[in-house]
């Protein structure tokens, strides 16, 4: 996991957060949400608590 707003340019089978979705495979503000998403883990480590990363779909 790490940042990317296109996933056809920027990826390579990762996945990417992105803030708001723009279309199949691309977004904005991928980097201030996953700077947020690794501060809550890291905290998270500190506390010695598990994470669990669960993905859906609304299709």
Do not use: M, W
Request: net charge positive; hydrophobic share 35%; with cysteine.
């Amino acid at each position: 996991i790490h940042p990317a707003n296109d996933a056809k340019k920027e990826l390579k089978g990762c996945l990417a957060p992105v803030s708001t979705l723009t279309g199949i495979g691309k977004g904005l503000k991928s980097t201030p949400l996953f700077q947020k998403i690794i501060s809550s883990c890291y905290q998270a480590f500190d506390r010695k608590e598990n994470i669990t990363l669960t993905i859906t779909s609304s299709l």
